[in-house]
């Protein structure tokens, strides 16, 4: 049945809805602030919003949902987001369904895609970064690349040999240390990390194998950099840890075990460094994120399943950006959260939003008052 004959098959049956549900205005419902941990406590994470794609722009029609896009078009919001990125006031969320990059940009209300064109066309894009001078990097699991773009998705090089130490089998989380000029590149077969020259895209050397060991890894996926020291932490996913190295691949310690009580991992997929040292840890099977100090001490988790504000089914990446916004591929929700860590930078940045925050006090807090009054 062709789309124009379900449309007037059912276009007067959502009509009847919508004249039904609009009998008359409604007060606005109260915007509740969402952060962790609750009141009375010190806020840390601030929830600030979540973006599915162009729908958060421009509005979807009952019936765009229903029918979902035509079979020969990109899909104009997220379907299955895996790894995610952020820089210069733009979200960039690879979906490996839509075989896409997302570049999703608030301020001009905009989507636009990279990879989507036959040079440099993607076909399961997971890892992404970005440099300085706008480059974006995103490792295609599908292609054994890392391909190289300007930021207006055309394609500058590929990383990754054809034969040899620097071959990629199946790259993963990426990310890049501007300092000294490396990208750092998750192999999940090969179970190490290979690193490359962001200059040239020439093998430099790798490190890990497959074991149980320090330094050793079971199906590695993503990873992180400390910008503080140039620190990398990796994602040992099925040794169900995090390991810690220096910008060498010189091993340094390790933290997490398989467990289902906080402080161990199930199914830990992105991580992410914030300005202070502390690493976010995603976990697909908790549906939350945790959050441990540098030496890998639990300090708060966040989330559970569901799909409000700090919900989540089945996250995958994460990224923390410059300013200690927190990105999360809210997977099966079809979305990217993002949240804000409340560091002591953004305290004195923003001194009344902080006061705000610390005086604030939910309506469900205020309504047990009143009853028990």
Same mark, same amino acid.
């Given at each position: ?49 979540? =973006? ?96 190289? =773009? ?45 690193? =490359?020259?962001?200059? &040239? ?81 995603? &976990? ?39 300013? &200690? ?24 940045? =923003? ?23």
């Amino acid at each position: 049945m062709s789309r124009q004959v379900i449309l007037k098959t059912i276009g007067l049956f959502f009509i009847g809805i919508i004249i039904y549900s609009c009998g008359g205005a409604k007060k606005p419902a109260k915007i509740e602030k969402v952060f962790w941990p609750p009141p009375p406590e010190e806020p840390r994470i601030l929830y600030l919003g979540s =973006y599915h794609g162009e729908s958060d722009f421009k509005g979807k029609s009952a019936l765009d949902v229903l029918l979902g896009e035509p079979d020969n078009e990109i899909s104009r919001n997220l379907i299955k987001p895996y790894g995610v990125a952020a820089r210069f006031g733009k979200i960039f969320a690879g979906d490996t369904v839509a075989a896409v990059v997302f570049v999703i940009d608030p301020k001009n209300k905009k989507i636009s895609f990279i990879g989507d064109k036959p040079m440099g066309k993607l076909r399961i894009p997971v890892g992404i970064d970005i440099d300085k001078k706008g480059r974006v990097y995103v490792a295609d699991a599908k292609n054994q690349r890392v391909f190289v =773009y300007d930021f207006k998705g055309k394609l500058l090089t590929a990383i990754g040999e054809t034969e040899g130490p620097g071959k990629l089998l199946r790259p993963a989380g990426i990310t890049l240390n501007e300092k000294n000029q490396r990208i750092y590149i998750v192999d999940v077969l090969d179970h190490n990390v290979k690193v =490359y020259s962001i200059k &040239d895209g020439k093998f430099l050397f790798a490190f890990g194998k497959r074991g149980k060991g320090d330094g050793e890894f079971n199906f590695p996926t993503n990873i992180a950099i400390d910008r503080r020291n140039g620190n990398i932490a990796v994602v040992d996913t099925m040794n169900f840890r995090v390991q810690i190295f220096d910008k060498d691949g010189n091993f340094l310690r390790t933290f997490g075990r398989l467990g289902i009580v906080p402080g161990t991992f199930s199914r830990p997929k992105g991580i992410g460094i914030d300005s202070e040292g502390h690493i976010y840890v995603v &976990d697909a099977a908790f549906n939350n994120i945790q959050i441990f100090d540098d030496k890998g001490n639990l300090l708060l988790f966040i989330g559970k399943f569901g799909s409000g504000p700090g919900e989540f089914n089945l996250p995958a990446g994460l990224y923390i950006d410059r300013a &200690d916004r927190i990105y999360v591929a809210d997977s099966m929700n079809r979305r990217i959260q993002v949240f804000q860590y409340i560091s002591e930078a953004w305290k004195k940045k =923003y001194p009344e939003k902080y006061k705000e925050l610390k005086l604030y006090k939910p309506e469900f807090l205020n309504k047990t008052k009143t009853k028990e009054q």
